[in-house]
């Protein structure tokens, strides 16, 4: 403080030198003046800083979850003319980096433009000597070819987009700059400069293996489908073709290297499938990459399926229509993975179609053609459709020239383009590689490419908090499965089981939690002495401080092997220590009174803990006994549903209802003269009857909960098969426990602080009018302080639902939607700590583990904002009282 | 209706005292002693889970480091375990192995309701009979003999090793050991430790120093390249300085590896064969021996050192085997780090907060509004702030860093990832809201007549504040800050995502320019028990070092929780006389 006063005195330079008596300025000083702006500034905005910190925190967990939400966006929308026209278009392929587009045309010839300019360059073409494919089909990456003949022949070979990496001083000496673009081609090859120098030289290379015979001499082959499989060592190639009369053969070609020799030996092996009824127009053939299933769809929109999995004794599996009203099917796809279908028909409708196992399924293998999906219809019927490499992603075309990509798994429609013209009609579309730019050939020569951006197809709101149908799965649900090693994975990014999780979590732990929390907080606030409270509630608060890592180590590594050894004492400690407790409590009664008061304190706190403990270690003890009697012996068995039977464990849970039930009947009945008699001026006598309802009580509740029980059982109910069922190590009660120590002491001191902020004069009012210190605490101390004691529980439940090394070490981590005690559970929290330092940046399992975070944030903004609501009402009322 | 009897009745109930013995007007229910006593059990139940806890993490982290006898058991089979017994417990065995005992056995289990005792043994010796412990069931046991010669053996690699040492060989010369106290043994193992630890300086700090110079002479050059492009004047007057600086550097480390490969090659010649009990021979660099000790044949004050010098490797080295040997200093070292930066970061925004908050702002419906989020922060999830942290500070702040200042590091991300600093950040963040609410609360704390005399004698506000408000507040704001510390310093799972790793290979703070690599990532004790515990090969194995870890975490938090207390109480003491 004289600091203060210094610079006053310093600031003042208008006092007058040597004048006898000092005058104090009363300019204050500019450097006060300054500090105390700065200072005021500083603190300002460091203040406002931290608030809008606190916001900003909200803004960008949410700014980097809303593109999941924002379907695709069109970059760019190009046309060009093809400068020739020779043939009809079979199939259209994109390279890797969206820049050039390769054409195969009905008579063989190749044709490669460059998206961006429409430039034409050279390349190989297909040479068939003057034939004309009456079949062609290609693999869904598009590197793989067959064409089918007319005379029965048919040509593999492979299209290949080569990428290579050139340096400036490589180029050839002829490259021409293409348009406006960066990109320089030589006439054949694409030169895109990248950085660091140097050039990706893109061109197209053709593959044309010799014709083989397959159908009889001069019988066209109709549809074909090729597939490449097996392994590095064994390749297999499988080639399935429908040829005019109706006939389908597969043939499989095997490659072993022999390990000796190096030798390579290839066998062929053919198979004829049953034939399709006469008259059938064949639309196309698809098959698996391990040949083990066959389809030809029919024009008309019948499809056999032919079950090759015995590869000489193929069986038609199943014959469905899936176009039974006038509508004939158009195209017929695998989406990647083979697991799903694609059907496109001439009325605008697309279904995705699963191959699923049924029971009850007419077919011969168990499986059945399922439709899964009826996405948007188009306006005009679907002419094609193409599908992407690496997700559930595809793009329809219809007759009026509408494009529109789609995906799969959220059955939305990503993005809608049309043709510069308003309407055109398409031979052929393709779809890039990496799911960023559409092409469609018109039947014109136009050419038109779309430039898309489509980050998270596969997230809408309904595939995150609805039920989806997955691929595979028999119905559709609710599914966690992020990742997966391959691209045919279809990711399943369901928030809701991680949801329950948290929600199972959290409510498992406030049953352990609350009833500890909340008794101990009133016992401490109005039963003990303030010398014991000063040291029980620092201790209780001890626990509070304790890292929820070490709190889940313990609890994994420690007490879930305990707890699943004694699982059966466990279970029963629940009961049988009350049952002590309160035993003992009548037993006290039973002292005389001089006793009771002299030892009320302390020392009956002390008999308190020494009778938890006693039986503790009984139910220790009588653990393999009682589980005997309960369990039949083996806990995990019985909880498993395989051995004894639920009756006496459900009796065991009914007793405290049917005590309730016994205790209200008894004192309807009898509760008068009960009273009456307890009014006696012998203590002893009144502690004597009160004991001996009790224990009266208790026995005849357990004979009604037995005979409860029964008669449930005779009713087929079994408490086994919902909250309780199969044991496994990490489960839901481990969590609760460890969750106890991590919620409790929140509970205890909040509860506790609110109990005690109840003024004093009201405890003193109560106690003066001759109410007991537990009618007091009960009916005065409790209800004023409830909302204080309902934020506790607000607060602590916060803490639980965010709570997250606990349940990432004991919890399992098994995203199911089971309410089983036994089982684990995997929370919002724990998932996020376990997948995301794995997630790809702005990854669309980065983005949903972000959602997770803002769930998470916005549940325990919500619960603890409620929670200080109510408290801050509570104070009022408090100081009000 | 009661309440209005007729008076005659009335009457007669009083005048009729002693014909019947008085009646209380409440019976002894009222006093709800059962209700009581549940509570009163509800509260034991929360003292003992505390307490039970405490000691368990007590008994087992000091109890790590005691050596303990190893038991040589012979079981029915024939089978010889030697090991440290480290816990028994009672199991059920499978009715299989139940219907192979004899029928006394049979009986033993069957009064024990299916039961039988077993015995965990710590075996070591893992490349020999891959695994580290071994279940011996009582029923199995036919002798347990506890032999003086058996020692073990704590190597740098493979775990412990129990069995016998069977001779030295020093430059050749194989001597055979008789006794386990050899005297040359000991002269040559710490000789052998000598020069190890002399290759560890060699091949960890001075080569490391040296590599990491050639890299920024590389790093220097590519800035410049990358500012001036590879044609202009100062790229090649660099190019020429930095190689002429990487040569020398280069036969700096020529000369550093040539220095330690003699020292590994004098190493070489020193070995020691060691013998398990089933006569199996390895033989091993004696400076592969961290330390070796006769287990059944120590005094007290042998064991005392043994115990203390475990200890002291657990406190000062890094640890090895995958964390669950050795010691764990960079997790010490890591911990204290971050938690001092989280302070750095936390104090003032914290303070300065709360002096706005209380004394700057207009209290109204705003300010009461961010006093509810401020205090709903401390209830949002620690992992929430992690994912926030990795998101904003380590990629688009540290994306943005690289791409400002660090730019020759590209691709590499030098602030663009985890590390020690966005950790400090997050969980300063994550604190903030325990000081702010500590602050506020010690500033309301202070009379509002000591402001108004302050500003009554002329002082502007924020003299006021600075003479008489913050000194009052400081026990609050004390003790707010700890507070934040010891949450901080137990909070891992924010950690995981902005930069704590299982193992790092430096240290945040280390010589070499500019000393203090805010950018690294580092070890955390929390996270070294979620690893161990949790990651490692054998969580058995790891077990007693995560207790030891949880033990020296749980200490630090105490203390700090203490101190708390400790410098409230004492600030609180030296300004109660200067209360109005």
């Given at each position: 403080m004289s600091d203060a006063v210094t610079q006053i005195e310093n600031g003042g330079g208008n006092t007058p030198k040597g004048a006898p008596v000092r005058r104090r300025s009363m300019k204050?000083?500019?450097?006060?003046?300054?500090?105390?702006?700065?200072?005021?500034?500083?603190i300002r905005i460091g203040g406002i800083g931290v608030i809008i910190a606190v916001i900003g925190i909200m803004v960008f967990l949410a700014q980097v979850v809303v593109p999941l939400f924002t379907g695709g966006t069109l970059e760019q929308h190009i046309t060009f003319t093809k400068d020739t026209r020779d043939a009809r278009a079979l199939t259209d392929l994109i390279d890797d980096y969206r820049t050039i587009t390769v054409t195969i045309e009905a008579d063989g010839q190749v044709k490669v433009y460059h998206i961006a300019t429409g430039t034409a360059l050279r390349s190989p073409d297909f040479e068939f000597d003057g034939a004309v494919p009456t079949a062609f089909n290609r693999s869904i990456s598009g590197g793989d070819v067959a064409f089918g003949f007319a005379d029965g022949t048919l040509r593999l070979g492979q299209l290949k987009i080569s990428v290579s990496i050139v340096d400036a001083s490589a180029l050839p000496a002829d490259v021409q700059t293409l348009g406006e673009t960066a990109d320089k081609t030589d006439g054949n090859a694409v030169f895109t400069p990248i950085p660091g120098g140097q050039f990706r030289r893109l061109a197209v290379e053709t593959v044309l293996r010799d014709p083989q015979q397959i159908a009889p001499q001069g019988t066209a082959i109709m549809a074909i489908d090729y597939r490449l499989g097996g392994t590095v060592e064994r390749p297999t190639s499988s080639v399935i073709t429908v040829d005019a009369t109706g006939i389908a053969r597969l043939s499989?070609?095997?490659?072993?290297?022999?390990?000796?020799?190096?030798?390579?030996?290839?066998?062929?092996?053919?198979?004829?499938?049953?034939?399709?009824?006469?008259?059938?127009?064949?639309?196309?053939?698809?098959?698996?990459?391990?040949?083990?299933?066959?389809?030809?769809?029919?024009?008309?929109?019948?499809?056999?399926?032919?079950?090759?999995?015995?590869?000489?004794?193929?069986?038609?599996?199943?014959?469905?229509?899936?176009?039974?009203?006038?509508?004939?099917?158009?195209?017929?796809?695998?989406?990647?993975?083979?697991?799903?279908?694609?059907?496109?028909?001439?009325?605008?409708?697309?279904?995705?179609?699963?191959?699923?196992?049924?029971?009850?399924?007419?077919?011969?293998?168990?499986?059945?053609?399922v439709r899964a999906?009826?996405?948007?219809?188009?306006?005009?019927?679907?002419?094609?459709?193409?599908?992407?490499?690496?997700?559930?992603?595809?793009?329809?075309?219809?007759?009026?020239?509408?494009?529109?990509?789609?995906?799969?798994?959220?059955?939305?429609?990503?993005?809608?383009?049309?043709?510069?013209?308003?309407?055109?009609?398409?031979?052929?579309?393709?779809?890039a590689p990496r799911e960023n730019a559409v092409i469609a050939m018109g039947t014109d020569g136009v050419v038109e490419a779309w430039n898309v951006s489509v980050p998270h197809p596969e997230t809408t709101l309904k595939t995150i908090f609805g039920k989806v149908w997955y691929e595979g799965y028999p119905e559709p649900g609710y599914t966690w499965q992020s990742s997966s090693g391959t691209d045919a994975f279809e990711p399943k990014l369901s928030l809701i089981p991680l949801i329950f999780g948290t929600i199972k979590a959290t409510v498992y732990s406030m049953l352990f939690a609350v009833p500890i929390a909340l008794s101990a907080a009133i016992f401490t606030s109005e039963f003990v002495h303030p010398r014991v409270r000063s040291v029980v509630k620092p201790t209780m608060e001890m626990m509070a401080s304790l890292p929820s890592v070490v709190l889940g180590f313990i609890a994994a590594l420690i007490l879930a092997p305990l707890v699943e050894t004694w699982i059966a004492a466990v279970m029963l400690a629940f009961f049988i220590i009350p049952t002590g407790i309160l035993f003992a409590a009548y037993a006290w009664q039973l002292l005389p009174n001089v006793v009771q008061l002299k030892y009320g304190g302390a020392p009956r706190f002390t008999l308190m803990i020494a009778v938890l403990l006693v039986f503790a270690i009984l139910t220790y003890l009588a653990g393999p006994k009682l589980e005997a009697v309960f369990f039949a012996g083996d806990f995990k068995a019985w909880a498993n549903g395989t051995a004894g039977s639920g009756v006496p464990f459900t009796a065991l849970l009914l007793m405290p209802l049917a005590f309730g039930a016994i205790w209200l009947i008894t004192e309807r009945i009898a509760g008068t003269s009960l009273a009456t008699a307890m009014r006696t001026d012998h203590r002893f006598r009144a502690a004597a009857i009160d004991m001996g309802r009790w224990v009266v009580?208790?026995?005849?509740?357990?004979?009604?909960?037995?005979?409860?029980?029964?008669?449930?059982?005779?009713?087929?109910?079994?408490?086994?098969?919902?909250?309780?069922?199969?044991?496994?190590?990490?489960?839901?009660?481990?969590?609760?426990?460890?969750?106890?120590f991590a919620v409790i002491p929140i509970i205890y001191t909040i509860a506790e602080d609110a109990l005690n902020a109840v003024p004093e004069h009201l405890r003193a009012a109560s106690l003066g009018c001759g109410a007991t210190a537990w009618q007091t605490a009960i009916n005065v101390i409790l209800p004023t302080a409830m909302s204080g004691v309902f934020a506790a529980i607000m607060v602590g439940m916060g803490r639980a639902v965010g709570e997250t090394m606990i349940v990432v070490m004991a919890a399992g981590n098994t995203p199911i939607l089971d309410w089983n005690v036994f089982e684990g559970l995997r929370a919002l929290s724990a998932n996020i700590a376990v997948e995301l330092p794995e997630a790809v940046k702005d990854g669309t399992l980065y983005r949903m583990l972000f959602l997770a975070a803002l769930t998470l944030f916005v549940i325990t903004f919500a619960v603890n904002t409620l929670a200080e609501l109510v408290r801050q009402r509570f104070r009022k009322r408090a100081a009000s009282l | 209706m009661s309440a209005f009897m007729n008076p005659e009745?009335?009457?007669?109930?009083?005048?009729?005292?002693?014909?019947?013995?008085?009646?209380?007007?409440?019976?002894?229910?009222?006093?709800?002693?059962?209700?009581?006593?549940a509570l009163g059990g509800a509260l034991g139940v929360g003292c003992l889970m505390i307490i039970g806890f405490l000691l368990m993490v007590f008994w087992n982290g000091v109890g790590t480091f005691v050596p303990k006898p190893i038991a040589v058991v012979t079981t029915t089979g024939g089978e010889i375990t030697a090991g440290e017994a480290t816990r028994t417990e009672l199991y059920r065995p499978t009715p299989e192995v139940v219907a192979a005992l004899s029928e006394a056995a049979r009986q033993t289990i069957a009064d024990r309701d299916g039961f039988a005792e077993r015995t965990l043994y710590r075996i070591g010796n893992f490349d020999f009979y891959s695994e580290d412990f071994r279940w011996v069931s009582a029923f199995d046991v036919i002798d347990v003999k506890y032999p003086k010669d058996i020692v073990l053996v704590e190597r740098t690699e493979w775990g412990p090793f129990i069995g016998h040492i069977e001779s030295i060989a020093v430059d050749g010369e194989v001597i055979a050991l008789d006794s386990v106290h050899d005297p040359r043994f000991a002269e040559a193992h710490a000789q052998a430790r000598a020069r190890w630890s002399q290759i560890q300086d060699i091949e960890r700090h001075q080569i490391g120093a040296v590599n990491y110079r050639i890299n920024q002479q590389r790093l220097t050059l590519r800035r410049i390249e990358l500012k001036d492009g590879r044609d202009s004047q100062a790229y090649s007057e660099t190019k020429r300085a930095a190689d002429a600086e990487t040569a020398e550097l280069q036969s700096e480390y020529e000369r550093l590896t040539e220095q330690a490969q003699a020292l590994r090659q004098r190493n070489a010649g020193m070995t020691v064969t060691l013998e398990e009990l089933?006569?199996?021979?390895?033989?091993?660099?004696?400076?592969?021996?961290?330390?070796?000790?006769?287990?059944?044949?120590?005094?007290?004050?042998?064991?005392?050192?043994?115990?203390?010098?475990?200890?002291?490797?657990?406190?000062?080295?890094?640890?090895?085997?995958?964390?669950?040997?050795?010691?764990?200093?960079?997790?010490i070292f890591g911990t204290f780090a971050m938690t001092l930066l989280m302070v750095i970061a936390v104090a003032p925004f914290g303070v300065v907060t709360a002096l706005y908050l209380r004394e700057y702002a207009t209290q109204g419906r705003l300010v009461a509004f961010v006093r509810i989020s401020v205090n709903n922060l401390a209830g949002v999830p620690s992992i929430v702030y992690g994912v926030f942290g990795l998101g904003f500070f380590a990629y688009v702040l540290g994306g943005s860093i690289d791409q400002l200042f660090y730019p020759e590091r590209l691709p590499n991300p030098t602030f663009g990832t985890g590390g020690l600093l966005w950790s400090a950040l997050t969980l300063a963040l994550l604190t903030v809201p325990v000081v702010i609410v500590a602050t506020e609360e010690a500033l309301s704390a202070v009379p509002r007549s000591m402001r108004e005399g302050s500003l009554a004698c002329g002082a502007s506000k924020w003299q006021t504040i600075k003479y008489i408000v913050l000194p009052r507040a400081l026990p609050g704001i004390m003790t707010g800050i700890i507070l934040a510390m010891a949450r901080g310093a137990g909070e891992v799972a924010p950690l995981m995502l902005v930069g704590v790793v299982k193992l790092a290979p430096e240290l945040p703070v280390d010589g070499l320019f500019p000393?203090?690599?805010?950018?690294?990532?580092?070890?955390?004790?929390?996270?070294?028990?979620?690893?161990v515990g949790f990651q490692s090969r054998n969580s058995e194995a790891g077990k007693p070092m995560v207790f030891v870890t949880t033990l020296l975490l749980i200490g630090l938090i105490f203390v700090m929780n203490i101190s708390a207390i400790v410098v409230r109480n004492r600030l609180k003491k030296k300004f109660v006389g200067s209360q109005f």
């Open positions: 204050t000083s500019r450097s006060v003046i300054l500090a105390d702006k700065a200072a005021d500034w500083l499989r070609t095997e490659t072993r290297t022999n390990m000796m020799t190096g030798k390579e030996r290839t066998t062929v092996r053919s198979t004829e499938l049953a034939a399709l009824p006469q008259g059938t127009v064949v639309l196309d053939v698809l098959m698996t990459s391990k040949a083990d299933q066959v389809y030809v769809a029919a024009v008309d929109g019948t499809v056999y399926r032919y079950d090759t999995r015995n590869f000489n004794a193929p069986q038609l599996a199943e014959t469905i229509d899936l176009s039974p009203d006038q509508a004939t099917l158009s195209v017929l796809r695998f989406l990647i993975g083979e697991q799903s279908l694609v059907a496109g028909r001439s009325d605008g409708t697309v279904d995705i179609y699963f191959r699923l196992p049924r029971d009850g399924a007419v077919t011969t293998d168990g499986f059945e053609l999906k009826r996405l948007e219809p188009h306006r005009a019927g679907v002419v094609a459709i193409d599908v992407s490499q690496r997700g559930k992603m595809f793009a329809t075309a219809d007759a009026d020239g509408a494009v529109w990509l789609r995906h799969g798994t959220s059955e939305q429609v990503l993005l809608r383009m049309a043709s510069a013209s308003g309407s055109a009609h398409y031979e052929a579309i393709a779809l009580s208790l026995i005849a509740s357990g004979v009604l909960a037995l005979l409860i029980a029964s008669l449930l059982s005779l009713a087929h109910f079994d408490i086994r098969g919902g909250v309780i069922d199969t044991y496994v190590q990490r489960n839901t009660m481990i969590v609760g426990f460890a969750m106890g | 009745q009335a009457v007669a109930d009083r005048s009729a005292p002693t014909a019947q013995p008085r009646q209380r007007a409440s019976d002894i229910r009222a006093r709800g002693e059962p209700f009581t006593w089933g006569g199996r021979e390895k033989t091993i660099g004696i400076d592969e021996i961290v330390r070796t000790y006769p287990a059944n044949d120590l005094s007290s004050s042998e064991k005392i050192s043994i115990y203390l010098s475990r200890w002291w490797e657990f406190l000062s080295d890094e640890p090895r085997e995958a964390n669950t040997e050795g010691g764990v200093m960079p997790a000393y203090i690599h805010l950018e690294r990532s580092f070890m955390h004790l929390g996270f070294h028990i979620y690893d």
